[in-house]
């Protein structure tokens, strides 16, 4: 990313898959996935390309020459579904001089509209939602006959946790380790809940073997994933958490339990983690981070709002002041800690005073870097049904535009602070400007830039940091 800091026009980035363009096909045919959304769509994309491996697919970077096109969706806002959307219409262009060719959306926005997609986009032969994607052998089986095929049922025990995924990313430095599926937080503007499902977490056993075996294929970093990582909970068995007595409790893993098992897998496997929720991290996790060299210091710590009035309305959990507690608790474990955001401008409601309340928090907290949104009312949430999205378009603009500026100080006053440090870099690949620089990010995940020497990927080195620019360190090894 040029500058950590994305607004609403970025999101729902997307990616083309093609690692596997070289794998052998055993059924002749070939899957171009193309996936849009978070990491923990990117981390299903590569469960869905095991499963369809195992049945002799392969996969091509190319959609003209593919025999089925899946895209991974994503839900979160109006425009990542329109994004896809729009892209629909270039694959339908392909399929109507290829009629045998299938088309398949899957993940979030699948989910959310189930059969209403096959029948406003005539030419998409599968939906499958997040928690279905075992059944898509079958479903393409039965799309190869002509007929339209669809799985939208959400489970409250799938987590894919025996299906090893197929590494998809180019880097082969850092692996997207999910840990728990699902969300049962029901903030009132978000839709995960309703994509994909009851929180479930997947056997610790499980995540440390795919953690260990990332590592001993070279990976030097494991990012756990999941909505609410901190409401990580699994007891053997498989009980329910809300039903675990006290005792049961006391037995199973937490997430800082969990962290810890990974950091032990080997003191070169940098371990991070997102997304932590403000209403349920506490010092346990942040103790675990500062006792393990290896545990990232940074912490993605999603506000959304600094006003306790709009958070209410948000049905975050937490206040103002309970948030800057969990603040001042991090920089009292880890002093030095990155700590990165998320806000939503022009919430149902969101008074001038309230974006004044989020701009002097984000002041006070002053944020190495933020991903700020624009409120986008999704159907079916609570405050689509219980409040009126008020806060007219170019209003929600300006006060985005003012978090931007406000962040790229920010950014840039935190860079400007390392220039003169020393600090330990692994290697992800060349800088996106010059093969003569290499790019690796330090424990905080501020990017650094340095000469190539004769580093490769997957190494540590120390860099001296000469410059800076809001978004990036520069500097030479030392
Ligand atoms: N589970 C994570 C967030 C996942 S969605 C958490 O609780 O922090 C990522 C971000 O998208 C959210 O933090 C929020 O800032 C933004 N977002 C979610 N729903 C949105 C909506 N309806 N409109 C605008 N932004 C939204
Ligand atoms: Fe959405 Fe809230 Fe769950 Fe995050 S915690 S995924 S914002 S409902
Ligand atoms: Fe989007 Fe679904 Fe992730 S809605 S942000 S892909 S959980």
């Not at 006959?145 to 025990?157: D, F, H, M, P, R």
């Not at 299906?163 to 180019?170: C, G, M, N, T, Y």
């Not at 149902?348 to 624009?374: R, W």
């Not at 405050?383 to 007219?392: G, L, N, Q, T």
Request: hydrophobic letters at 35%.
């Amino acid at each position: 990313m040029e500058n950590k800091i994305i607004d609403e026009s970025k999101q729902g980035e997307v990616l083309v898959m093609d690692v596997l363009t070289s794998s052998a096909s055993k059924n002749g045919k070939k899957l171009f996935l193309e996936s849009y959304g978070c990491q923990m769509n990117f981390a299903d994309s590569e469960i869905v390309a095991s499963i369809l491996m195992k049945e002799g697919f392969s996969t091509t970077s190319n959609a003209e020459e593919a025999d089925l096109i899946f895209m991974n969706t994503c839900a979160i806002r109006d425009n990542a579904e329109n994004r896809v959307r729009q892209r629909l219409q270039d694959y339908k262009k392909i399929k109507r001089s290829k009629p045998e060719l299938l088309i398949g959306v899957l993940g979030c926005m699948a989910e959310r509209l189930k059969s209403q997609l096959l029948e406003e986009e005539k030419l998409v032969d599968i939906v499958v939602g997040p928690d279905a994607y075992r059944d898509l052998p079958n479903l393409i089986t039965q799309a190869e006959t002509g007929q339209q095929a669809i799985n939208v049922i959400l489970s409250k025990e799938e987590t894919y946790a025996d299906i090893a995924p197929v590494r998809l990313d180019k880097n082969g430095v850092s692996a997207f380790v999910s840990i728990m599926r699902g969300c049962d937080n029901m903030c009132s503007f978000c839709v995960v809940p309703f994509t994909r499902g009851r929180e479930r977490s997947r056997d610790p056993k499980s995540i440390v073997k795919e953690c260990q075996d990332a590592f001993e294929a070279g990976y030097r970093e494991v990012t756990l994933l999941g909505q609410n990582v901190d409401s990580y909970l699994y007891s053997g068995g498989g009980l329910k958490k809300e039903i675990l007595t006290d005792e049961q409790k006391a037995n199973s893993v937490n997430f800082a339990q969990l962290m810890k098992m990974v950091a032990l897998i080997n003191t070169d496997l940098r371990v991070r983690f997102s997304t932590s929720h403000p209403k349920d991290m506490t010092d346990d996790v942040i103790e675990v981070m500062a006792k393990y060299e290896n545990i990232c210091n940074n912490i993605h710590l999603p506000v959304q709002s600094g006003s306790s009035k709009v958070l209410e309305m948000m049905n975050r959990g937490y206040t103002r002041e309970w948030y800057l507690d969990r603040i001042a608790a991090i920089r009292r474990i880890i002093p030095g800690c990155g700590i990165s955001t998320d806000t939503i401008s022009g919430f149902c409601g969101e008074t001038e005073e309230d974006h004044q309340e989020t701009i002097s928090l984000m002041n006070q907290v002053k944020y190495d870097f933020a991903f700020m949104f624009m409120y986008s009312e999704r159907p079916k949430t609570l405050a689509e049904r219980k409040y009126k999205d008020d806060v007219p378009e170019v209003i929600k603009q300006k006060r985005l535009a003012e978090i931007v500026a406000l962040q790229r100080q920010h950014s840039e006053y935190h860079t400007r602070k390392q220039v003169g440090n020393i600090t330990k870099v692994l290697i992800e690949g060349f800088s996106k400007k010059s093969e003569e620089m290499l790019m690796g990010r330090n424990s905080q995940n501020s990017v650094v830039v340095f000469p190539k020497g004769n580093y490769k990927r997957g190494e540590y080195v120390n860099v001296l940091v000469t410059s800076s620019t809001s978004s990036t360190l520069i500097g030479e090894v030392v």
